[in-house]
């Protein structure tokens, strides 16, 4: 599989494409699964393939993988019957850009290792079924701009929306059918099952400007089920720190507030750092700092990079290597890519373990997240 794979790696952009072309055309009647525009769903593709290639070795994270991707794929409306189509289209695709070296063991190998992922969603996708919705109705109950492109936008789903503080949840619009993003509740759980979300207009984002620009009360969205692992660790000893840029605030106020919701231990700081790149996109600063009134555990500061600010110049890096040390603490982060990577380069540099730093990944988590389970507490003591 590996070698066939090395042989079209060069042609892969062209694979997607062909592959996405002659499964619409043999089967019609799955191109109301897909967005209207391909390009994205086609990079995904890749990536995945080349994920199932990577842990074809490994048959325990292979499995948690498609586990995750048939569970993912329930809300785009995927059956257990689609899955012989797009196995036939994809190995066509593949026999057709590796040439001669798409072997007669080429093939079966291939063939092999999609029936036992295909196997795998679907079981995966049926045994969620018994649990929950593929796909939750709700409808905005109120939408609040706060400026810089970004607006306050709160949600009621027809029925319970049970998720966790720091998960993130993916929506759909009517102004993009079929394009899901995800975006990060900005609270713990609520008895009614609102949800509020940040949410910022990226430039050309058809979901996140519909969202910010155009929504209002009484509009119909669809939300995925809750996904993301960076939720709040039993780890009553330790202090903790969370670190937000932009948007990635929402979370991390969803942590706070369960961790107030659970009681900080005596002696037990709370740290958060807010960032962003200039004063008038550093919005939530004053609610989290009403919050810090309310709990006397709780410090924030703000770092702002690109204006010159006494008291508030930095990026988030620097602003955390300046108020450290933070190997005590179990560390939380959301945030735009470059961000993140700093911060978490930082706080290894500054003797914070890899099992204390907690994030998502951003982009596509599905593709990206670690799949095995976090380690224990006893097992972090032994790292």
């Known amino acids: 599989m590996r070698a066939s794979l090395a042989v079209v790696a060069p042609h892969v952009a062209e694979l997607a494409v062909y ?4 499964l619409f055309a043999r089967y019609p009647q799955v191109r109301d699964l897909f967005p209207a525009e391909l390009d994205v769903q086609r990079e995904r593709l890749v ?31 995927t059956q257990s019957a689609h899955y012989p189509a797009v196995g036939e289209c994809l190995l066509q695709a593949l026999s057709h850009y590796a040439g001669p070296a798409w072997s007669p063991e080429a093939a079966a190998a291939w063939h092999r290792a999609y029936t036992a992922a295909a196997s795998v969603m679907a079981g995966a996708a049926e045994e969620d079924a018994r649990h929950r919705p593929a796909v939750w109705h709700a409808h905005i109950v109120e939408h609040v701009h706060r400026g810089s ?23 759909e619009t009517p102004w993009a059918p079929r394009l899901w993003r995800h975006y ?16 910022r207009a990226v430039p050309g ?12 009360p009484g509009d119909p969205v669809r939300l995925g089920p809750p996904e993301g692992d960076m939720v709040l660790r ?8 969370f670190v937000a840029g932009g948007t990635g605030l929402a979370p991390m106020r969803a942590l706070i507030e369960q961790a107030a919701r659970e009681g900080i231990g005596n002696g037990q700081e709370v740290s958060l750092f ?23 555990w709780l410090r924030v500061r703000a770092a702002v990079s690109n204006e010159r600010i006494v008291g508030l110049e930095g990026t988030l890096p620097e602003v955390l290597a300046e108020f450290g040390p933070w190997y005590r603490h179990e560390a939380y982060l ?39 389970p976090p380690p224990s507490e006893e097992e972090t003591d032994e790292l």
């Not at 709160?154 to 993916?170: M, W």
């Not at 807010?274 to 006397?296: N, V």
């Open 184 to 199: 990060s509740p900005a609270h713990a759980p609520r008895p009614n099952s609102q949800l509020t979300f940040h949410i």
């Open 334 to 372: 959301c945030g735009p890519p470059q961000m993140l990577g700093e911060a978490v380069h930082a706080l290894r540099r500054h003797g914070v373990p890899p099992h204390h730093i907690h994030y998502d990944p951003w982009d596509v988590p599905v593709l990206t997240a670690p799949l095995g």
């Open 274 to 296: 807010i960032g962003a790149r200039t004063a008038d996109e550093l919005y939530g600063l004053d609610d989290m700092l009403r919050m810090s009134q309310r709990y006397h």
């Open 205 to 216: 984002g058809a979901v996140s400007n519909a969202l910010v620009h155009h929504a209002r």
């Open 19 to 22: 592959f996405y072309d002659i």
């Open 47 to 77: 990536r995945g393939l080349l994920r199932i290639v990577e842990l074809v070795d490994d048959p325990a994270n292979l499995v948690a993988f498609c586990s995750r991707l048939g569970r993912g794929h329930r809300k785009f409306g």
């Open 149 to 171: 492109g970004i607006a306050e936008i709160t949600v009621q789903p027809q029925l319970p929306y049970p998720f966790v503080a720091g998960q993130y949840v993916s929506i």
């Open 234 to 241: 039993p780890t009553a000893k330790r202090d903790l720190l």
